[in-house]
C-alpha cells in the first residue's frame, strides 16, 4: 500500500494549498484465477481484487477544469471538462477522460472541476488491469467527490464502455467488474452475461497465491485478443443452424456443444468455441470442489484452464508455457496457469507456503534459461474492490 502521507506532501508540492480537503481513493489491480477467455462469451469468470492498485488523491476546484498528473508519468494536463477528446498523445491521461466522457453520456453533470493526482503500484503492461484500476477509481472519485450515488455494477459497465469506446480496447467486463466489486479474501463468481455475482470465500490456509510476471511485452495482445473475438461470433453463426436464438457461446451446455460441434465449418474456430465452452465448466467445477475444500482439484482445474488455452486458444505462448512448465515442476505447486489475456503478462499458481522460496528461485532460474527473460514475483493477497480511504 502506497505511504499516504508522503502522496498528501506530493500532492500539496504539485497542487499548492493545503491537505486538508484531499480525500483518497484506492482500486485495486485483479487476477483471474479461472475462467479465461469467457467473459465476452458471456460464460463465467472468478476473477479476484489484490491489494495493490491505484490510489487517486482528489480535491475539488472552483472551476471546471480538470488537472490530471501521476507519480508514474511525467506527462500532465489540464483540460476542460467540457471539451473531452481522445489524443492518443495524452497517453494514460485517456484512461480518466474516457471516464469523465462517460459520466457525460450518462447525463450525469459533474458540478465542479477537480485536480487529481494518481499513484499507480500495478506494472504496466503485466496483464494485472492496471487500466480498469484507474478507470474504476477515476468513475467512484468522481461521483463520491460529487455527492452522487454510487452503484459498482454501474460503475463497471461504464468503465468498460469507456475503455471499448473511448479508448478503442474491445475487452470484456471481467477486469473493471473485479476491481469494482472485489472483497476481501473473496473470488468473485460473475456470470458476464447477467451480471449476477457471487462473492465466494477464497482462503487456501497454507497455499499462497503466486503471481509470476513474464515481462515480456504483450505485444500482440490487442490483433490476436480481437481475432479472437472474432472466431468465436463465427463459431456462434455457425451454430445458429441448430440453436437460431444463440447469441453467445455461453448458453451452450457442453453436451449441446459437443452433439452440434460438427456444425462449425472450420477446424481452428470448432477448436475455439470447445475451449470457450469447457472453460466455463471448469469455473462451476470450480466452486464444487472449492466448496468441499479440495483445493488440489482446484490446482488440477487451473491446469486443465492453462493447457486449453495453450492447445485449442491458442493465446499462451512460449514466455508463460515456460514458466507454467517450471512452476508445476516445484513440488508444493497444487495447479498453474495464465492469467489474463494471454501472449505474455502474468501466470498465477497454487504453492504451499513452504515452497514460496524454492518456486521463485527455480521457476526465476529455469524461466530465464528458457527465454532469456528475467521474471518478478508477487506473493497474494486478495484485497478489497474500489474504496474511499480514511
Ligand atoms: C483481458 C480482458 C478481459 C478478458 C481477459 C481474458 O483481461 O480485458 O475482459 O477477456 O482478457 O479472459
Redesign the pocket.
Known sequence: MANLDQLKQQFVELYGGSDNEIRVYHAPGRV?LI??????NGGY?FPAALTFGTTLLLRPRPDRMLALASTNFELRGLLSLDAIVYDKKDDWMNYPKGIVNELHQRGVQLSSGFELLYHGEIPNGS?L?SSASIEVVTAYALLHAAGLPIDTVEIAKLAQRSENEFNGVQ?????QFAVANGRKDHAILLMCDTLEYDLIPFQPGAYKLVIGNTNKRRGLVDSK?NERRSECERAVADLRTAFPELTLLGQLSLEQFNANKHLIADETVRRRAQHVVEEIGRVLQSIEVLKAGDLAAFGSLMNGSHDSLRDLYEVTGKELDAMVEAARTIDGVLGSRMT??GFGGCTVSLVHENAVEQFKSEVGRKYTEATGLIADFYVCSIGNGVEELA
Open positions: 483471474n475462467g479465461e477467455h469467457t467473459d465476452y469468470v496483464g488491469s475487452c470484456g467486463i471481467m477486469d485478443y489474463g489475456a
